[in-house]
């Protein structure tokens, strides 16, 4: 299983990104698909999570600037993040996890960096 995540980069605050995850050995259809991100010298976090029922979950405080969706002709997720501000700076983690698995015991991508200019 491999979780390709890529559209990080450097944005001003009130800028927008798209993150992909590209997913291989695994169909994001019918697993559940998650966002998470560490910031430097904080503890990782669940950002959005869209189940296999296309349920989605989001972090109380982030819910209004991401959206989180799935292509499953391409395989891929993604995470809108829009009005971008200087504390989204983080890791953004791509993950898999089986029905009924916590996303702890499934597959994680690389991470891809986010960086939010004030």
């Known amino acids: 299983v491999q979780l390709q995540a890529s559209g990080g980069g450097l944005v001003q605050a009130g800028g927008s990104l798209r993150l992909s995850c590209a997913a291989s050995?695994?169909?994001?259809?019918?697993?559940?698909m998650g966002w998470y991100r560490q910031a430097p010298g904080k503890q990782r976090e669940l950002v959005a999570a869209?189940?296999?029922?296309?349920?989605?979950t989001y972090t109380d405080s982030l819910k209004d600037r991401f959206t989180i969706s799935r292509d499953n002709a391409k395989n891929t997720v993604y995470l809108q993040i829009d009005s971008l501000k200087p504390e989204d700076t983080a890791v953004y983690y791509c993950?898999?996890?089986?029905?009924?698995?916590?996303?702890?015991?499934?597959?994680w991508g690389q991470g891809t960096q986010v960086t939010v200019s004030s």
């Open positions: 050995g695994i169909i994001v259809s019918i697993n559940v």
């Open positions: 869209i189940s296999h029922l296309d349920r989605t």
């Open positions: 993950a898999a996890a089986r029905p009924g698995q916590t996303f702890d015991a499934g597959y």
